[in-house]
């Protein structure tokens, strides 16, 4: 007779997937606190959470190309580095929004990215959308705008951090749109490591731009930076990008959405953040919203 699997093994192993996504989801959550103990520009921030990152799995990079014995073609570096110029561009209004208005709101807007996915797809690779899509953003949409009218009404500076997490999650849907493209022809760590060194120059160059010092900064500040780095860009990066590759998407995308639900917990009793009834029905309005989004993508 033939023996099957051993289950318990396999059960094992699905568990630990799951401490995984637990543990990749509570890092996210706390990537908009780092950013808020940082006593620095969000672009400063975003530029060190890359720019360390990108050294420290520069080694790793390399001895994945060699090992695997292939030549990087032009065309698929270049989608790396489109997808890191819209990377940076989603950290660095992600974070100036935290800055500006605290860690909360500005995560939840980021998170509506994909709502923008969705409406990308349709409009550029023409995919077809079911009624719980088009409920779904409707829905997440009407939250987006109670959460901005109620930020825009305590404080101005509230309603434009919410504003630019919002503008953040357009610019993070279309790089998950460019990463559809790119993995298709990169292997993970190469696309990343590309993509991650792509958006420190990028962020290096705004800098620069706007006069942000590099230099000069107290030890929490320092803190701050390499604790993005090997925490959240690092460790919470890596260990979702591999958990998405053995649980289903449907378990995996509902999940991420505890995303802003864990950073308010640790941003109200951390920070004093204060959100008034209305917040909070935006924010599940928003959640729940995203969530019907990506129940659709498994709707028959």
Do not use: C
């Amino acid at each position: 007779m033939k023996q099957q699997n051993n289950t318990p093994e396999s059960s094992r192993s699905r568990i630990w997937l799951y401490l995984g996504l637990a543990a990749g989801v509570m890092i996210l959550g706390s990537a908009a606190i780092f950013v808020r103990l940082a006593q620095a520009s969000g672009v400063v921030t975003s530029f060190y959470r890359t720019a360390i990152a990108a050294i420290l799995l520069f080694i790793p990079f390399i001895i994945n190309k060699r090992k695997k014995a292939y030549i990087i073609q032009k065309r698929s570096a270049w989608i790396a580095v489109a997808g890191g110029l819209l990377f940076a561009a989603d950290l660095a209004l992600w974070s100036s929004g935290i800055v500006l208005g605290g860690a909360t709101n500005p995560t939840l807007m980021a998170n509506t990215a994909p709502l923008w996915v969705g409406l990308g797809s349709l409009v550029f690779f023409h995919e077809r959308r079911v009624r719980t899509f088009w409920i779904g953003l409707w829905i997440a949409m009407a939250g987006v705008m109670l959460v901005l009218g109620q930020d825009m009404i305590l404080a101005l500076e509230f309603g434009l951090g919410s504003l630019l997490g919002l503008l953040a999650a357009i610019f993070y849907g279309a790089y998950f749109l460019v990463t559809q493209a790119g993995r298709s022809q990169l292997d993970t760590l190469s696309y990343y490591w590309i993509s991650t060194a792509s958006s420190a120059l990028v962020l290096l160059l705004l800098s620069l731009l706007f006069g942000e010092p590099l230099t000069g900064y107290n030890p929490i500040t320092w803190f701050s930076f390499l604790a993005s780095a090997l925490i959240v860009q690092v460790t919470g990066w890596l260990l979702l990008n591999y958990v998405q590759g053995h649980l289903p998407a449907s378990i995996v995308s509902p999940t991420l959405l505890l995303q802003p639900v864990l950073t308010a917990f640790i941003a109200i009793p951390l920070f004093g953040e204060q959100f008034t009834a209305w917040h909070i029905l935006g924010g599940i309005a928003v959640l729940t919203g995203i969530f019907m989004i990506h129940r659709s993508r498994f709707s028959t």
